[in-house]
């Protein structure tokens, strides 16, 4: 059996198509977000953490002879392929007000924190304005009402197609309802937010969305 000494996203990426499983089947294997798994396939050089390698190491120590001889032969760099996969993928981005206030969560990356809008993945034949509010009230507790969408982008990080919806506050306390990709969720005053998203990061039309709010 070939011993994996540091997994990275790109080992991990064929350890996925060594089971033949897509990136949500994938992640509900491993029992962590879809968006980890569009992470290894946008940036293969990344080292998860410590925990996400010992539970990589679980996996494919358990899988059968099939599996892994099927990883050591994807694994062969004459047979490695760039997998396009995380381009198709799609993300709804809400971006949620309340009065003079917008909704950041915290993400957990692997080496580092950084605030975003909630964020969830599109299935195909999904509408990106139902799981903007679906994610959102997952992830942070509050219920919220599409006001209109702002329009997409390939993202500049992930490589995924992001769509970003503008919200308005219906209910509920914001609370971190997804500890593992989350360490926070708050309400940011509109002043404020460029210093927990650099302005560059921002796609412009939020910004001009948030100056006429």
Sequence with gaps: MEIVQTWTGRTACVLQAALRLTNEQFAEHLGISTRTIVRWHARPDLAPRTEMQQLLDTTYEKAGDAVRRRFELLSRPATVEPTPQAQALRVAIAVVLRGDEVLLVCRRGDDSLSWQFPAGMCKPGAAVTSVAVQETHAETGVHCAVR?????????????????????????????????????????????????IPTENIFPPILSALEAA
Aim: glycine share 6%; aromatic share 8%; hydrophobic share 40%.
């Design 148 to 196: 209109e969408e702002l329009g997409s982008r390939v993202h500049p990080k992930t490589g995924v197609l992001a769509h970003y919806v503008l919200c308005d506050y219906l209910a509920g306390e914001a609370t971190n309802r997804d500890a593992v990709e989350n360490t926070d969720v708050t309400w940011v005053p509109l002043a404020a937010l460029t210093r927990f």
